[in-house]
């Protein structure tokens, strides 16, 4: 009975080390390959030419063994802002958080450690688009009622530093929001912070313009310190 059970126990455990071995090269793909990955893609969706990627009974069939994607999306809820179909990718080609003004807390964060350390995804990119209304709720002020409140206030640091900004400062906002969740996971101790400072992860920001279907990739300066 021992036997069978020590048996049982070691082909689970070679299964489980497959399914990793077979999800740790993320595709293969570098920060900079998948980088390029993203935006080979997004012109793809821009100029209407897509690859329409694979989302088939032979696909499906693949990734029942085990995931592969080649990077991780911390995006915003928004029904309009769908990474598969803007970056022109299919199933199981991207990991994706998303979250009300594509903010963070540890359970995000922890989602993306997770897809770092066991997916070996090198690339994380937070995702910000405009007319976001999370930011646009922010921006007018007041408090939310219920849970929504909780979104706001992270949002809030962002505004801030908006409000300092010349331009506009709804766009001036979504753009300083990207910034201060890159950097929060940037910070994140261990494995995130770890990683950058092995050069195994890039986080990189954008915001997608939901006209034009495109992703701004020119970010402004780090996000500075919030007034007093």
Request: with cysteine; hydrophobic share 45%; net charge neutral.
């Amino acid at each position: 009975m021992k036997k069978a059970v020590q048996r049982i126990l070691t082909l689970a455990l070679l299964l489980l080390f497959a399914s990793t071995v077979l999800a740790s090269g993320a595709a293969g793909l570098d920060a900079e390959e998948a980088m390029k990955k993203l935006m080979d893609g997004n012109r793809r969706f821009v100029s209407e030419s897509y690859d329409r990627g694979d989302i088939g009974p032979g696909r499906r069939a693949e990734i029942s063994k085990g995931q592969r994607p080649f990077a991780v999306i911390v995006d915003c809820s928004d029904s309009r802002v769908v990474p598969e179909f803007i970056f022109d990718q299919g199933l199981g080609d991207l990991f994706v958080i998303r979250t009300a003004g594509n903010i963070v807390d540890d359970i995000a964060i922890g989602s993306v450690e997770y897809a770092v350390n066991h997916l070996g995804v090198r690339l994380v990119l937070v995702l910000g688009h405009d007319d976001c209304g999370a930011v646009k709720a922010t921006v007018a002020g007041g408090k939310a009622e219920g849970h929504i409140d909780a979104i706001l206030q992270a949002i809030r640091p962002a505004v801030a530093v908006a409000r300092q900004q010349p331009g506009n400062l709804l766009d001036n906002a979504i753009v300083q929001n990207v910034e201060l969740v890159v950097r929060r996971l940037q910070s994140a101790q261990p494995v995130l912070a770890q990683a950058l400072q092995t050069g195994d992860l890039k986080i990189v920001g954008g915001v997608y313009r939901l006209k034009e279907g495109s992703v701004d990739w020119r970010l402004p300066q780090p996000l500075q310190q919030s007034p007093r």
